[in-house]
Structure formats: structure tokens, C-alpha cells
């Protein structure tokens, strides 16, 4: 069983930046491939960014390319989420969630990659 729970949200201004941080306890963290997905207001759950069990295989949405960094410390088991530059539309709820793949390299930005554990999700905000 694994918990997941992110932090880092908040208001910032456009082009502003925050970092989110999704920590897990249990087992086996390295063994599990991190995904993050925002849920604006009234909008489905979309994928942004998404990173393999032992950090050798990262993707991205297009609308996070070039601005957002995906990272894991497997010692801290903890994924991070660096973002840049943040647009109004990049707003919403950040949820991480995570997969066992054991060290297989792969993860996925789309729901349907079968991610078994969610977290409670964290606000971003970004507003003048």
C-alpha cells in the first residue's frame, strides 16, 4: 500500500513559479512510476507530467514542455514538480499518483496508464 501526499500549491502571479512536492510512504517507492494531473474548475483530470520508477524515463504534456521540471529523489521518496513561468491555465488541482512498474522505463501522462494510488491534490492559483 502506498500514500501519496503533495504540497507546494498556492497563489503566485502569472510567469511566477512554484514547485510541488509529492511524498510517499510505504514500500518500494523505486519501484513505482509518478504521475502529476491538474483538474481545473469544471475540467477533467489531465495529465502534465510523468516520470519513470527509477528517474531514467520523463514526459510531458505540450502545455508543460519547456516550462515544468520533473524530478524524484527515491532516498526522500519523494517526486517533485518544478513549474515555470505559470500561465492562468495552468491553474487547478495538482494531483500525483503512482503505479507499481517495478524498474520497467516506463510511465504515462493519460489516466489510462493505470495509476492504482492518488493523492488528495494540492491548489495552484495563478493570478495578479
Known amino acids: 500500500q502506498l500514500q501519496l501526499v503533495e504540497s507546494g500549491g498556492g497563489l503566485v502571479q502569472p510567469v511566477g513559479s512554484l514547485r510541488l512536492s509529492c511524498a510517499a510512504s510505504g514500500l518500494l517507492f523505486d519501484q513505482y512510476a509518478i504521475g502529476w494531473f491538474r483538474q481545473g474548475p469544471g475540467k477533467e483530470r489531465v495529465g502534465v507530467s510523468c516520470?519513470?520508477?527509477?528517474?531514467?524515463?520523463?514526459s510531458y504534456a505540450d502545455s508543460a514542455e519547456d516550462r515544468f521540471t520533473i524530478s524524484r529523489d527515491n532516498a526522500k521518496n519523494t517526486v517533485y514538480l518544478q513549474m515555470s513561468s505559470l500561465k492562468p491555465e495552468d491553474a487547478g488541482v495538482y494531483y500525483c499518483a503512482a503505479k507499481e512498474t517495478y524498474y520497467s522505463p516506463n510511465c504515462g501522462t493519460a489516466i489510462s496508464f493505470g495509476y492504482d494510488y492518488w493523492g488528495q491534490g494540492t491548489q495552484v492559483t495563478v493570478s495578479s
Open positions: 516520470i519513470s520508477s527509477v528517474g531514467s524515463s520523463l
